[in-house]
C-alpha cells in the first residue's frame, strides 16, 4: 500500500484539527507532524503539548518527525503524546542505538532519518531494529522547498539493503518537495510512503491530489515486490 502522509507544517495553524479530520477525508493514512527545534534546524515549529490534543480525535496514523538535536531526552514527551511513529535523525547528538531502544520501550514504531549530506549507508547498521527510513529530498528546517532528485540513488540502496537483511517491511518515506510529477521517480526508486506538505495544502481538491498521488506511486512502484 502506497502511504500519503501530508505535512502539517503546510496547513492552517490555526486550525489543525480541522486541516487533520479534511485530509483523514481525503483519504490521508497518516498525518506528518514536523517538530523543529531551532537548534538541529535553523526554524522552530511545534511540541508534544500541541500533538498531544491533536492525537486526541485524529484517526490516521501520527507520523512524528522530530528534527531536534536531542530526540533521546524528548521521546517520552511524543510517545506519551499519541506518536505512532517517532523518526529521529542520524545526525542528531543522540546515541542512535539508546534512542532506537527507548521509542520502542515506549511502545512507538521507530524511523531513522537522513539529511541530504548523508550517505544511506550511515544507516544500515541500524536497519534490523527500525520500523521506517526517512530519506529528506530537501534539506530539513522548511516547508515549500524543491525536490532533490538525486536522493534517489539512496532510496534505491535501502531498497535493496532491506530486501538483502530479509526487512522488505521496512516502510521507506521520502520527505521534501514531493509532488504528483517527482512521486513517480520515489515510487520508482522503492519509496513507499510520501510526506507531502504544499502540494497536497495548496491544492484545490485535496480528495483528487491525494489520490493521483497514490495512484501514481503504485504505478511506478517495483512490480515484483508489489
Ligand atoms: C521539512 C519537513 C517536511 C516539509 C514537507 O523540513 O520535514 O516535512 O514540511 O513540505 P513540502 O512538501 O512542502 O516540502
Ligand atoms: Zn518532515
Not at 510529477?181 to 483528487?208: M, P, R
Request: glycine content about 6%.
Amino acid at each position: 500500500m502506497m502511504i500519503i502522509s501530508p505535512s502539517l507544517l503546510s496547513c492552517d495553524f490555526a486550525k489543525m484539527g480541522e486541516e487533520i479530520t479534511r485530509m483523514e477525508d481525503a483519504g490521508a493514512q497518516w498525518m506528518h507532524y514536523d517538530v523543529m527545534d531551532g537548534h538541529f534546524v535553523p526554524n522552530i515549529t511545534v511540541g508534544a503539548p500541541v500533538l498531544k490534543a491533536l492525537t486526541k480525535k485524529m484517526r490516521a496514523v501520527a507520523d512524528v518527525h522530530l528534527m531536534i538535536s536531542d530526540p533521546l531526552f524528548y521521546a517520552k514527551d511524543f510517545a506519551e503524546a499519541g506518536a505512532d511513529y517517532i523518526t529521529f535523525h542520524i545526525e542528531a547528538d543522540s546515541d542512535p542505538v539508546k534512542t532506537i531502544n527507548r521509542i520502542k520501550e515506549l511502545g512507538c514504531k521507530v524511523g531513522l532519518s537522513i539529511k541530504p549530506k548523508t550517505p544511506a549507508e550511515a544507516i544500515f547498521p541500524y536497519l534490523k531494529d527500525i520500523d521506517l527510513v526517512l530519506v529528506m529530498t530537501v534539506e530539513p528546517g522548511f516547508g515549500g522547498q524543491s525536490f532533490m532528485a538525486d536522493m534517489m540513488s539512496k532510496v534505491k540502496a535501502i531498497y535493496d539493503e532491506v530486501r538483502r537483511i530479509g526487512r522488505a517491511d521496512i516502510v521507506i518515506e521520502v520527505d521534501g518537495g514531493i509532488n504528483e510529477i517527482n512521486i513517480v521517480e520515489a515510487a520508482a526508486a522503492g519509496a513507499n510512503a510520501f510526506v507531502s506538505g504544499s502540494t497536497i495544502f495548496n491544492a484545490v481538491d485535496a480528495k483528487k491530489i491525494i489520490s493521483l498521488l497514490k495512484e501514481r506511486a503504485k504505478e511506478a512502484y517495483p512490480k515484483e515486490e508489489e
